[in-house]
């Protein structure tokens, strides 16, 4: 079982602070690394914080995929991409506890401020792993409130135990941050 997952009934307060926004601007966050027609995914994606800014930045050609645990999640996020006019670029996708079961390759994959909600972080990155193209791209962010500078190396060992190797680690407002990237071949050769 999940130890704490944010309720999806919490959202409605934190949507679109102005604190938010500043802190965690999506577009300085993932803009170096989402580029028109990649296919993107977003695990953990609530109601679109990311995701409904990464399917502008991809552009008609590319594609987000939004995997969260919570429909209600899923629904409010498909709600505000109609409302943005980007909701032909995004597939939602309610994932099990234990397994994304996402079928799709990928450039580029966000797990922000969720890793430490998983009950086995190792089996997440690897599944994520597994979607990425070779030289496809994870931005791993952890807050600093719930994830030590311990608890992020031990989430980053995991990263590379399944095949992942450090590329960069931003420096992001508020969090912990390491950008990964699949070397050997993947999905695509």
């Known amino acids: 079982m999940v130890a704490h997952v944010c309720p999806w009934w919490s959202v409605p307060l934190t949507i679109d602070p102005p604190l938010r926004r500043w802190l965690h601007d999506p577009r300085k966050i993932v803009g170096p690394y989402v580029k028109p027609g990649m296919t993107v995914i977003d695990v953990g994606c609530g109601v679109g914080w990311f995701a ?4 502008a930045m991809v552009g008609e050609q590319g594609k ?3 995997v969260d645990l919570q429909r209600q999640m899923l629904d409010m996020l498909r ?10 670029r995004i597939e939602t996708h309610p994932c099990e506890q234990r397994r994304l079961g996402v079928d799709a390759h990928a450039d580029f994959a966000l ?12 089996r997440l990155l690897g599944e994520i ?8 791209k994870l931005l791993l962010a952890e807050p600093p409130l719930h994830v030590s500078r311990k608890a992020l190396a031990r989430e980053v060992a995991a990263a590379e135990a399944v095949g992942f190797q450090i590329v960069e680690q931003p420096r992001l407002r508020w969090c912990r941050a390491v950008v990964l990237a699949r070397t050997e071949p993947g999905r695509d050769g």
Do not use: Q
């Open 129 to 136: 792993h597994d979607l990425l193209n070779r030289g496809g």
């Open 111 to 122: 797990l922000f401020a969720m890793l430490h909600e998983v009950p086995d972080p190792t």
């Open 64 to 66: 987000v995929i939004a």
């Open 79 to 88: 709600r505000r991409a109609e409302k943005a006019g980007v909701a032909d």
């Open 52 to 55: 409904i800014p990464m399917a």
